[in-house]
């Protein structure tokens, strides 16, 4: 009876999927997008999983927890250069590309100049402050080339997000595959190679390449899905929908736990055995993704699906995301379950110095878990609620992760990986309670005569 009952479940999951197809007009987009970013990310993250392996085993356990230390570093900055406008201009031109195309090349170029400035600004900023950030919070002088070479990635970063921002809102979900593929496979050749020449500085080198690569690869697109003879209109009619409602607060939400990541991985480089400590989270952190896979696939083709839906369909979209958290969740489990069975040989893959991490990764897999829920239900709220909304859910995260780190402490990567654990459970929480009614019980769509 039990499995009679398992099984009529997962027939309801697959019917009400059918039924979106022709109704709605979520079924083909959402297939469509998934292909490609299911395509693209099992590409992309096989070749980024491969990655990390043969950089750990070049660099060794210290340098592979330094390199890690620059990129959380560049990262933190990161999202103060792409100021949140990468989210935001997918969110809006997904929402005027069919009702107001040229509000649309408004956004677009309101976006591109937005993120010159800013990318501009903080990488001086970055710049200057390199050696200061190297030996007070990092520990070691020595890094500060490396973050200077960070801030090409920087800026780099922050004008492919705005431009991948644009094809997602478009839903050109291949020639974002495709720009996520030629920039791994450059980032993999050229970060080995640097490594071999220059250790750490020279896999930030080889990095930087792939990513600038992906940048003009990226503008092409953009320009070939972009109709030019759109009459453009002053961009102060969007500049205030853009900027203070929607990428603002996304900026202070991607700003809070980056820096909260960044502070607790600080604390834990300049405690004993730091670097080697930080060098098995970013192994057993590499896995992250792997778990969340299937979440992070569909996130893509959903956010400019839930932004440009609304009553007139009839709640399909509420329906949508009570379906896939139920997937998304048994997915997940199953990889995560997978991985920390296996973690013990996972982490030797790396090295013999990291074998003794592999409860860093288990607890990493639980995590990843977690982020599966938590990616969907923060695309939910991110296209149908406010973005402060989605602020204070990120300052809630940053705030149990930095209590997490003073109660468990930052000497290990296990302490670490936990805190972090404990900031996804707590958001998941708050999301589920807020988006109940959505997902708890999807009304199934009458059949059609």
């Known amino acids: 009876m039990k499995e009679a009952g398992e099984l009529s479940a997962v027939g309801k999951i697959f019917h009400r999927m059918r039924q979106f197809r022709g109704r709605s007009g979520m079924g083909p987009r959402l297939a469509r997008g998934a292909f490609w970013s299911t395509g693209g990310g099992v590409f992309s993250g096989a070749l980024t999983l491969l990655q990390s392996i043969v950089l750990a085993r070049i660099l060794g356990v210290g340098d592979f927890g330094k390199l890690g230390l620059v990129y959380n570093t560049v990262g933190m900055f990161g ?8 989210m935001g201009t997918a969110k809006h031109v997904a929402n005027l590309r069919r009702q107001a195309p040229e509000e649309m090349w408004a956004v677009i170029r309101l976006s591109t100049y937005s ?13 200057f402050a390199a050696r200061g950030l190297a030996i007070r919070y990092l520990g070691d002088s020595a890094l500060t080339t490396a973050i200077r070479i960070g801030v090409a990635l920087l800026c780099l970063n922050a004008w492919n997000g705005v431009q991948v921002g644009v094809l997602t809102g478009l839903e050109r979900f291949r020639g974002v595959a495709l720009i996520r593929a030629v920039n791994v496979v450059v980032s993999l050749c050229g970060a080995t190679l640097g490594a071999r020449w220059h250790g750490v500085n020279g896999a930030l080198v080889g990095a930087a390449v792939g990513v600038l690569v992906a940048c003009l690869l990226s503008r092409f697109l953009v320009y070939r899905s972009t109709d030019v003879r759109i009459p453009r209109v002053s961009v102060g009619r969007v500049a205030r929908r853009l900027l203070l409602d929607t990428s603002f607060p996304m900026f202070l939400a991607g700003l809070l736990p980056t820096a909260g990541m960044w502070y607790v991985g600080t604390l834990l480089a300049r405690s004993e055995n730091g670097y080697s400590q930080m060098g098995i989270f970013n192994a057993a952190n590499s896995w992250f993704t792997i778990v969340a896979f299937g979440a992070n696939c569909l996130v893509q083709p959903l956010l400019p699906i839930f932004a440009s839906g609304g009553s007139a369909s009839g709640g399909a979209e509420d329906r949508l995301l009570g379906i896939l958290l139920r997937i998304v969740s048994g ?3 199953l990889v995560a379950l997978a991985v920390g069975l296996c973690a013990p040989w996972i982490m030797r893959l790396y090295g013999a110095e ?13 995590t990843g878990l977690l982020y599966c829920l938590c990616n969907l239900l923060s695309t ?7 973005g ?13 992760l930095a209590i997490g780190a003073t109660v468990l402490g930052t000497a290990t990567s296990l302490a670490y990986a936990t805190s972090r654990f404990t900031a996804y459970a707590v958001q998941v929480a708050i999301e589920m309670g ?6 708890a019980a999807p009304k199934p769509v009458a059949e059609s005569r």
Request: hydrophobic share 65%; charged share 5%.
């Open 79 to 86: 999202a103060l250069a792409g100021f949140g406008l990468g």
């Open 331 to 333: 997915a997940g489990a």
């Open 115 to 127: 993120v010159l400035a800013t990318s501009g600004l903080v990488a001086l900023v970055l710049w």
């Open 354 to 366: 990291f074998a003794s991490g592999y409860w860093t990764l288990i607890v990493v897999a639980l």
């Open 388 to 400: 402060w909304l989605w602020l204070l859910l990120q300052a809630i995260w940053t705030g149990v």
């Open 434 to 439: 807020l988006t109940r009614k959505s997902w």
């Open 380 to 386: 939910f709220i991110m296209a149908r609620r406010s």
